[in-house]
């Protein structure tokens, strides 16, 4: 049976029969439709097509959320433009087309700033601004969907025809919106059926947003999707920075629990107060106890509480934690009947807690019990191209909030951030971009200008280390032998327990700290060593 699709649209009131003589950009929009390919490929082709038919220097379709425009494709913009995410308020030009029905052209003495000034790819070289530039709303199934932007840096090189053109293909690029929609949808039933429940729908918080589009990092956030369904206690894993909140509020937004995370940082909980922070306490139970508390265990009580940095507890708070994961239950300090509690747990770390185990300052129960899904988040270093992803997002925020008109990277300060190895992950790349921003502006850049960091302003130390001469070991005399393999390292754990202390002014609860230690652990040790 032979199909005959009519596409109509309400907005321009035009229809598209497949028996009438289409345009060129017409037939590659529909062939581009019926291609096998998967959603972002298919949005790709079509930028790429719009470009080319539109004589543009840069085409993006704008996904609308949370009041910020979210780049989905884009043809023509340099790569870390796909990690910004400009919020209309801060954008005139972008909030203009919004409001709009109709395409809006803004013309080469638009006194309004182009959102992609500097950010062509065709002069990454130069901070050149854009000339002319037009653009429509998108609308999907009756709703603001988001926006289609494309800009060029030639005066005049949009005029009516062009404007008409845009206007009477929207209806082709909404379909395609649509379908992507379409597909996301019935991938996340498949899920359903598969007897996971399906992801939620809704759009994640743009400052909750997990921005990364490397193997990686998809592998990783369909993986953490598909455990977020279950109830199974999740442990993250990876380097300070790596930002384990966020996939921990993930796992959450995607659970079947509506109430709020609650998140609890473990090594910021004091020793005397951690068992009443966690599981609460009755008036009386302590001097300063005047009221009942409930703990952070009862306040999530039915949703989900996220221990981070959990190789901090105490291993008398880990035994009372243990008893929480296999009984559900919980005890206030000071109350002798205990309290049910559903909850599930997240903790995360970034210390090797097998490690712990065998140095005895975790135990290995919990760990078993905490490791049921294990799930390590890659270090920023191995994400390839997410680095610039992720800079432009950092570039955007500082942009905004310094009122600069736009804020780009060098070439040269791009093959610098892909070079450098980021030991403080995404938090230290944060701070990298934050201090070269305001480094420019103290060095005589200009807010009205287009100011561009280049690497003397990021001041990454890009060198390959120096890899030592192998050091030839030298015969210990006689007399400078250890007595034993146990004296050898009784007197090694005793000149690391010494100059700890001298660091930290003779504090033994910050040594034991800094030791990974236990502070009751650490006084036993000391005892046993002869050095108390």
């Given at each position: 049976m032979k199909l005959t699709v009519i596409i109509t649209h309400a907005k321009q009131g035009v229809y598209y029969p497949n028996k009438v003589l289409l345009t060129m950009l017409e037939a590659a929009l529909l062939k581009n439709l019926s291609s096998p390919h998967s959603g972002p490929e298919r949005m790709q082709r079509l930028?790429?097509?719009?470009?080319k038919h539109f004589q543009s220097d840069a085409v993006a379709v704008l996904r609308l959320q949370d009041d910020a425009l979210i780049p989905e494709a884009v043809d023509g913009l340099v790569h870390e433009a796909l990690g910004r995410r400009f919020q209309v308020a801060a954008h005139?030009?972008?909030?203009?087309?919004?409001?709009?029905?109709?395409?809006?052209?803004?013309?080469?003495?638009?006194?309004?700033?182009?959102?992609?000034?500097?950010?062509?790819?065709?002069?990454?070289?130069?901070?050149?601004?854009?000339?002319?530039?037009?653009?429509?709303?998108?609308?999907?199934?009756?709703?603001?969907?988001?926006?289609?932007t494309l800009d060029a840096l030639g005066v005049d090189t949009f005029g009516e025809q062009r404007i008409a053109e845009l206007r009477s293909h929207a209806v082709l690029i909404e379909v395609a919106v649509r379908m992507?929609?379409?597909?996301?949808?019935?991938?996340?039933?498949?899920?359903?059926?598969?007897?996971?429940?399906?992801?939620?729908?809704?759009?994640?918080?743009?400052?909750?947003?997990?921005?990364?589009?490397?193997?990686?990092?998809?592998?990783?956030?369909?993986?953490?999707d598909v455990v977020a369904a279950s109830d199974l206690p999740v442990l993250l894993l990876g380097e300070t920075g790596v930002g384990k909140e966020l996939f921990a509020r993930r796992i959450h937004r995607h659970s079947t629990r509506a109430k709020p995370l609650v998140q609890v940082n473990c090594a910021a909980l004091p020793e005397t107060l951690a068992e009443s922070e966690l599981f609460g306490h009755v008036r009386g139970a302590f001097s300063g106890a005047t009221t009942d508390r409930a703990?952070?265990?009862?306040?999530?009580?039915?949703?989900?509480?996220?221990?981070?940095?959990i190789g901090e507890l105490p291993l008398i708070i880990?035994?009372?934690?243990?008893?929480?994961?296999?009984?559900?239950?919980i005890q206030r300090l000071g109350e002798d009947r205990p309290r049910r509690v559903n909850v599930r747990v997240i903790v995360a770390t970034n210390r090797d807690l097998q490690q712990g185990v065998k140095d005895g300052v975790f135990r290995a129960d919990l760990y078993h019990r905490l490791s049921v899904y294990p799930v390590h988040i890659p270090p920023l270093r191995e994400r390839g191209n997410d680095a610039l992803l992720l800079a432009g997002r950092f570039l955007e925020l500082n942009r905004v909030r310094l009122g600069i008109r736009?804020?780009?990277?060098?070439?040269?300060?791009?093959?610098?951030?892909?070079?450098?190895?980021?030991?403080?992950?995404?938090?230290?790349?944060?701070?990298?971009?934050?201090?070269a921003s305001i480094k420019a502006l103290s060095r005589g850049a200009r807010a009205a200008d287009i100011v561009t960091l280049e690497p003397a302003l990021l001041?990454?130390?890009?060198?390959?280390?120096?890899?030592?001469?192998?050091?030839t070991a030298q015969p210990l005399s006689a007399a400078a032998l250890p007595v034993s393999m146990n004296e050898a390292v009784a007197q090694r754990q005793r000149e690391v327990i010494q100059q700890t202390l001298a660091a930290t002014g003779a504090n033994w609860a910050l040594t034991a700290r800094q030791l990974g230690l236990d502070a009751s652990n650490l006084h036993k040790l000391a005892r046993r060593l002869g050095m108390k």
């Open positions: 930028v790429s097509a719009l470009r005139p030009r972008l909030a203009a087309i919004l409001q709009s029905s109709q395409p809006v052209h803004f013309q080469a003495d638009c006194a309004l700033p182009d959102p992609y000034d500097g950010l062509l790819q065709v002069h990454a070289g130069e901070p050149l601004p854009v000339h002319d530039c037009m653009g429509i709303s998108l609308t999907v199934d009756g709703s603001l969907w988001g926006a289609l992507n929609r379409l597909e996301d949808e019935g991938a996340s039933l498949r899920q359903g059926r598969s007897g996971a429940s399906p992801a939620p729908l809704a759009d994640t918080p743009v400052d909750e947003e997990i921005v990364g589009q490397s193997p990686a990092m998809l592998s990783l956030l369909h993986e953490i703990g952070r265990f009862e306040v999530a009580d039915g949703g989900t509480i996220f221990l981070d940095e880990q035994a009372k934690l243990l008893r929480t994961l296999q009984n559900g239950e736009s804020l780009r990277l060098s070439p040269a300060a791009e093959s610098d951030i892909l070079r450098y190895p980021w030991p403080g992950n995404v938090r230290e790349l944060e701070h990298v971009i934050s201090r001041d990454l130390d890009t060198r390959q280390p120096d890899v030592p001469e192998p050091q």
